[in-house]
């Protein structure tokens, strides 16, 4: 029995002892690997990409939902039938869509590779914050996946059982009744989610640029959801707001919760919430330059080289994520433009005159709107706004939107669908004038009512009907020259953007994207300088100076902030030095050499490795466990302040007082700055932005 037992094929020693020794090298290799957070910044960016990408999907299908409640209820009732016309369109639908398999194929081995990775990394000190990264990285492009192959099938149904994105066609098949009341429900509905969350109000960017410059912990997922939901209601029943706005502030709030699930310093986590807010646009508009040079100009307001990489590779991935949910064709038709002359450029440097004035105009009835409806004017019409709830005044704003909308059909919705025709030049010159001044007042009810959307894309929509009606009044004037008035509606939305936002580049470089033809490119350079300069300056002077951030940090000492505390001996030893932390108010104490002069500091969070270890308590002294870092002074600005702190990475600094020498050092930190910040913007009364940055 024995003899006919086959014997097991065995490996030769040699290849066994060889391949163990690889297998222990890769394992030593993996327990040396640091992911510091400049180096995992362009990953996660390219993560919040994706999900910058889904929250625009998935406001696109919220807005969709909400047009198949309001115009599909004949193709929901043709579905049910067996072999309709609107069942065939369905599965047409579902067998053309852009499920893009190559994701899956790419995405799933490389996040459980990195799963896999986790499980060979040791337990313990600076590996467990390399685990932690690449496990929460590997989950989030799992759940990425996840999300979207249900946002491409229901975008499917969508665009089968809704409008497919064209109001105009459809719009006429309301009674005039509903055309009234539905934006008036919508208004109501909204008002109702939104009255207990205040905080979740706004038109988005401006929230996401204070955040930028204060706290960018206060943007969560939920929020960015919320605003999601209230914004699609809005649009989707008929209230005037753009798109923009919603996921920008979805799209940052993502960029936001995974940076502090990563563990990212307040810098790192700046640059990931500009680069969720530049996915957002870059996947809403499918203009992935533009989506980048608007986190860099308009949230994160920095072109450092060392920003780039996150936010460009964002916008790559959230414009790929968006063209597979959305479809890959433009938002706005490609405009075949040609500069006739160049004498044109004097007309768009006038045009550029123009759509400044239209935009301070847009900023201040904006402005106007929203303190009538919070009973903030005189009078007792706003008395009796004000006194009301937010459904109610949400609801008499839609109401009042619903009757211009019978007057003209681009106050419904965003309106792209309108541009499309005046870059085309398919509308009458009175139709321009009136669409665009009705937009301009219909979006400033909707918003300062209580309806939540953005104003960027509102903002081009008024800038193309004015552009349009500008070059339709210049081709009666002058009927030999030529002119096309497609070129200067185009020309008016960067215009009117880049005035209402103060960023000329962004609205250049999105309607370049947009347009599609280089010949655009120098009347939107004129057009959108000439009008940013104009807004911003009529703004600026007609209004209070506004006591900024900057201005108080500059002249604000760091003594306002500092917390007084002494200064261990380099020589204390590692369980006297944890004692006095932990009972230290900031969590960090100044270390002193040997010869007494301040030589940096010690955090708390510095000890977490090792201060359980008993046996290098008598090893360690605080020399070995500090920070080198040159102390501030305490006369010194906060500004001055931050600024070290950015420059060494670190969220506190040592502080030396010579004209407190009984009592001379202690600690100051970003919060405390911060702390002092907020008390003093809070008691001037004063915003804490400018007026034409409050888009």
Known sequence: MTGSVEERPRLHPGLVRAWRSL??????????????????????????????????????????????????????????????????????SFL???????????GVPL????????????????????????????????????????????????????????????LGTLPLWARILVPALGGALVGRLLEAHPSTRGHGVPEVVAAVQSNPEVLTARRGLRKLLASALTIGSGGSAGREGPIVYGGAAFGSTVGRTLGF???????????????GIAASFNTPIGGAIFALEIILRDFELRVFSPIFLASVTATLVARGVMGSAAMLERVPYQLESGWEILAYAVLGLATGLLAYAFVRLLHWC????????????????GQQRLPV?????????????????????????????ATAEKLTLAYLVVACALKLVATCITLGSG???????AAVVIGGMGGGAFGELLRHLVPGAAIHSGGYALAGMGGCVAGFTRGPLTGLIIMYELAGNTSAILPLMVTC???????????????????????????????????????????????????????????????????????????????????????????????????????????????????RMDAADLDALPVVDPDRPAYPYGIVTRTGAQRVKRRVLGSSGLPTMAPTEES
Request: include cysteine.
């Open 23 to 92: 297998v222990d090298r890769a394992v030593r290799t993996l327990d040396r690997l640091r992911l510091p957070g400049a180096t995992v910044l362009p990953v996660a960016g390219a993560v919040v990409g994706l999900y910058g990408g889904l929250a625009a999907g998935i406001f696109a299908n919220l807005i969709g939902a909400v047009g198949v409640i309001v115009f599909g209820w004949p193709q929901i009732i043709d579905v049910i039938r067996g072999g309709s016309a609107t069942r065939s369109a369905l599965e047409g």
């Open 96 to 106: 053309h869509a852009h499920w893009h398999p190559e994701y899956l194929v790419i």
């Open 111 to 170: 996040a459980l590779l990195a799963l896999g990775f986790t499980q060979l990394i040791s337990v313990g000190g600076a590996r467990d914050l390399v685990r932690r990264r690449l496990r929460v990285l590997a989950l989030l492009v799992l759940g990425a996946l996840a999300l979207y192959y249900p946002l491409v099938a229901l975008a499917a149904v969508n665009a089968v059982l809704g409008h497919g994105g064209d109001v105009l066609a459809v």
């Open 265 to 279: 310093t307040r810098r790192e986590l700046s640059v990931l919430l500009a680069a969720g807010a530049g996915a």
């Open 370 to 385: 929203e303190e009538l409806f919070d009973g903030k004017k005189t009078g007792a019409l706003s008395t009796w706004l």
């Open 393 to 421: 005044r949400a609801a008499l704003g839609g109401l009042v939107v619903g009757a211009l909308g019978l007057l003209s059909p681009t106050v419904w919705g965003v309106g792209h669908e309108s541009l499309n025709l």
């Open 451 to 457: 309806g939540s959307g953005g104003t960027f894309f």
């Open 529 to 643: 300088t000439i009008a940013s300069a104009l807004c911003h300056a009529l703004v600026e002077r007609n209004s209070p100076r506004a006591l900024t951030e900057a201005d108080v940090l500059r002249r604000t000492p760091v003594s306002e902030a500092m917390v007084r505390c002494p200064a261990v001996p380099a020589s204390t030893r590692l369980r006297a030095l944890f004692d006095q932390l932990v009972s230290s108010e900031s969590g960090a104490l100044p270390v002193l050499d040997e010869h007494g002069n301040p030589a940096g500091l010690v955090k708390v969070e510095d000890l977490r490795e090792v201060w359980k270890d008993a046996g290098l308590d008598p090893v360690l002294v605080a020399l070995d466990l500090m920070r080198p870092v040159r102390p501030v002074l305490a006369q010194a600005s906060l500004a001055e302040a931050l600024a």
